[in-house]
């Protein structure tokens, strides 16, 4: 006797014609859920207006609206991107009871309002960001339903002062300023998470005689491109006190003897400069990563909002730690911020085993890697609480790798002044006496810079 399993559990999965993910999944992931004789995988392209919607009113119903094209429905679950389908989807229906039928809701019913004062829209998006495709495919759809729909697409890099100035006028919450994708109605701002009360909102301003283009109300923030170019002046001036603060003062004079041990200029070059390059790439390695811990934060906003509190809170301990030191090394006292004992004597090890067990070339790259790691311990103090600036100021943090660039250029001014005086035979003795008849000017600049970050740290958190 034959029998024939009929397909129980039914699989939406809506995918965009040109999107690669889509094809990927098509590729690697659809083929293997063929093959389960008891699910039906039923295909819903979001350029058709009706699946668009039908995708919105899925994750209304289950409050999910976190989503990215493709998107899969089994049930009351949702595989909401290309990662998840092909991690999850599979072992989800493995793991289903083969006779127990799954059935989901596959459309909506038809809606045939028709509109006729004209809507304008304001849509702000980031290019390469996937939720933001999604959301320009549902309005694409909507264009579609309603032809009086009227929406003015902008990129969000290049319309950052428009978007800032609406969102300050609005009084949006400034942990959500610059975020895409976002639509503006009027007074209405609709985020990822709201997009799906677009639609009614739409409806309701027509019905209620309709709206202009609102936007040509507000105007940019001239000032925006001005403070744009004072925060990176001040991020490289940032850098550059963090470059010569008596913690990396021990990294300067370690390259100095790291050099004067190459011999002639030739050795100092291959040497020096792969050092060099190190520094910059480990630091700026540092910084990206601790960049996307606070950035993370912004998930969890209690917990975000402590911990960007207690950095502002740690950079004016740190300031008045500074101005402290910069009065005890006056009297002849050991300073409290500086590098450990124990570092120094590990980073000297590193330069002297270094020398002599590899080419120059890769000594010099090795060294400033392991130097940069152990210096991190000392100039951390300043670099945390500009990263955390950074992360929490709306105007900078969506240039922030261009942020991370300016400063560690700024960071390795102080090695590239010292790689230059080795090349012209200045001496480690000369430049240790230079560092230190200036140590109480630079401890008290640091002092100055880190009280102005944790102030403006505490200003956005609070």
Wanted: proline fraction near 3%.
């Amino acid at each position: 006797m034959t029998v024939f399993l009929i397909s129980l559990i039914k699989v939406l999965y809506f995918f965009d014609p040109h999107c690669p993910d889509c094809d990927a999944v098509k590729e690697n992931v659809l083929p293997q859920i063929e093959k389960l004789s008891y699910v039906e995988i039923i295909p819903l392209s979001v350029e058709k207006i009706e699946n668009m919607k039908l995708l919105m009113e899925i994750e209304d119903e289950h409050r999910d609206y976190d989503n990215a094209i493709p998107v899969a429905v089994v049930g009351d679950k949702i595989f909401g991107n290309r990662e998840e389908i092909e991690e999850g989807l599979i072992k989800y229906l493995m793991s289903l009871n083969p006779e127990r039928s799954i059935n989901v809701k596959t459309e909506i019913e038809k809606d045939t309002l028709k509109l006729e004062n004209p809507v304008y829209a304001l849509y702000f998006y980031s290019n390469g960001c996937l939720k933001c495709s999604k959301v320009d495919l549902y309005l694409k759809a909507l264009e579609k339903e309603f032809p009086i729909l009227h929406i003015k697409r902008m990129d969000v890099l290049e319309h950052a002062a428009l978007l800032l100035s609406i969102e300050k006028r609005l009084g949006i919450d400034k942990d959500k300023y610059l975020v895409t994708p976002v639509v503006i109605l009027d007074t209405l701002v609709f985020f990822q998470s709201d997009i799906h009360r677009l639609r009614d909102a739409i409806v309701k301003t027509s019905k209620e005689g309709g709206n202009l283009p609102f936007w040509q109300n507000y105007r940019e923030e001239k000032v925006y491109g001005l403070l744009k170019g004072m925060k990176a002046t001040g991020v490289f001036l940032a850098g550059l006190i963090d470059g010569i603060n008596p913690c990396a003062f021990a990294v300067l004079i370690f390259l100095m003897a790291f050099l004067s041990m190459r011999g002639g200029r030739r050795e100092i070059l291959w040497g020096g400069i792969p050092f060099i390059i190190a520094v910059y790439i480990t630091y700026l390695s540092i910084g990206m990563g601790l960049f996307s811990f606070f950035r993370g934060l912004e998930g969890v906003k209690n917990v975000g909002k402590a911990v960007y509190i207690m950095s502002g809170i740690f950079a004016l301990v740190l300031g008045i730690l500074s101005f402290r030191d910069a009065i005890l090394y006056r009297n002849g006292r050991d300073m409290a911020l500086q590098m450990p004992e124990r570092f120094k004597k590990l980073v000297k090890g590193t330069i002297r085993k270094g020398f002599g067990k590899w080419a120059i070339l890769f000594a010099g790259l090795l060294i400033g890697f392991l130097v940069t790691l152990f210096e991190f311990t000392c100039t951390g103090q300043v670099y945390f609480p500009v990263l955390a600036y950074l992360a929490k100021d709306p105007m900078v943090r969506m240039h922030v790798l261009k942020m991370l660039f300016i400063y560690n250029i700024g960071f390795i001014i102080p090695a590239i002044i010292v790689f230059s005086l080795a090349l012209f035979g200045f001496g480690q003795r000369e430049f240790n006496r230079f560092l230190i008849k200036r140590v109480v000017f630079i401890k008290a600049l640091t002092g100055t810079l880190l009280l102005g970050i944790g102030t403006a740290v505490l200003i956005y958190s609070i």
